[in-house]
């Protein structure tokens, strides 16, 4: 590998916990937990002795890339003991303060140690790199209400502080506008922000949308849409965290094969599921690079009815000056650099969601860090004919986006503060620190302040410490 690459995402409170040594050693804990013992010498020894340690371990070598590539926990580890991270050579200790040029990139391959877990997963990178095979999602077989497996795309809704009028208009017009609604699944996620009578008319916007159950008399009474989604389920998500955990927890119910994301106020485009199906089902084609992911051309919708959607009802039908500016210049950075946001509806193959870790554990920039993972893949790995991955923009009509925030704040002032957030987060600012400033109160408060893989595992190595028994993979 020219470059090192993360095997899944991680958040910015993941990296900062623990030093890549600690993890290192959190992951010959869980190796040793799944019966592959490994040498865990960390003093320099003999050059024969290393060697013959590093051989010992790669006849497990099998065993130890199967692990690393089913095991979630394992490969989260692994991912984050072997980063690259900063090492000062300035040789004052008390100095907080490094400048950039004096820092050096450096890695466990690098200290002054003898790891042969480090120097053998440095020798199957490139293998645990590779995505798991997502078949099913070119199975052409028209899918049926009556089995769930028959779900190709499950869409992950977060809503926080949403009206149950805009959630039950949304769903309405993503039903009007896809081919095989029996095919979809709706998974909203409510994030809270409401109470009484405003969460019931939530889940009567949802209620309007339940699959059929009973007869097909039911049908002759429905005055509400052409038709019914497959599935469609509420879900209260109460742990905090802000939205990297919320979508996660939307997405751990997900039926299909593919996982769309898309915000309450985003308006998908006619025959959207249709389009992001055959975006993944063009993968057969051997010549063309595998899809990762996909995501619609960035819109706004400034149609009478988007721009009546305004924060306040003075606005109502405000038309901001330099918003197709703002469309313009997102499409161009979006085509150019392979760089959607969440409002683009970003679309997942399940297998490879889950494989790269989901979004990471924060509350701010999930779909940033979820995208630059994705992007980085697409652009470095390759082989002999050129790019194995693509993070592919679907041609045609794009998915709206409401004009809410630009109404209210002006198109000026909303791309100055999203462009010094990003460089706010790009220079170190942490996802908490963000959202204090972008909301101006701290993040909903977590059950836990550890990501739910590393909840699992301190589970996991306090059960083995007590004499409990192995846990398969």
Known sequence: MKYWMPLTTHSRNELDRKSPLQRYHQLLSMLKYYDINIPITETKSSVDSCEIEIKSLMRQEDELIKLLRENTICRHLASLA?????????????????????????????????????????????TLLKLPPHENVFDDTPPTTSDKNQIRISVVIP??????????????????????????????????????????????????????????DQRKNETHAPSKFGR???????????????????????????I?????????????????????????????????????????????????????????????????????????????????YGDQAISVPKVVFNFIGGFPDQCLMEDYELVALLRKRAALLDDDHGPVEALKIIPGEPALCSPRRWQKFGVLFVTFMNSKFVNLYSGGLGPDQLYALYYGCDPPKRGSELSPWEVEMDHILSSTACGEGKKEI
């Not at 820092?103 to 002054?112: A, F, G, K, Q």
């Open 232 to 258: 469609v389920v509420l879900l209260e998500y109460e742990s905090g965290g802000g939205r990297g955990p919320c979508l996660n927890y939307g997405a751990k119910n997900a039926l299909g094969e593919i």
């Open 82 to 126: 072997m980063r690259p991270y900063y090492t000062s050579t300035n040789k004052d200790k008390q100095s907080t303060r490094i400048n950039t040029d004096m820092r050096l990139r450096s890695s466990l391959l690098d200290e002054d140690l003898e790891l042969p877990l480090a120097c053998v997963m440095a020798r199957i990178w490139p």
């Open 260 to 340: 769309t994301f898309c915000h309450l106020d985003t308006t998908l485009p006619w025959h959207w599921d249709e389009k992001i199906h055959e975006t993944f089902k063009n993968d057969n084609n051997a010549i063309s690079a595998r899809g990762n992911s996909c995501a619609f051309a960035f819109g706004i919708d400034t149609s009478p009815q988007g721009l009546s959607n305004s924060f306040s009802s003075s606005s109502k039908t405000y038309y901001p000056p330099g918003i197709k500016a703002v469309e313009t210049t997102a499409n161009i950075r979006t085509r150019l650099y392979s760089l959607p």
């Open 159 to 216: 809503s926080y502080a949403e009206s149950g009028e805009l959630l039950e208009k949304q769903l309405f017009t993503m039903l009007k506008r896809c081919i095989d609604p029996a095919s979809i699944q709706i998974i909203v996620v409510d994030a809270g922000g409401r109470t009484g009578d405003k969460k019931d008319k939530l889940q009567h916007a949802v209620d309007q949308f339940q699959p059929y159950t009973n007869t097909p």
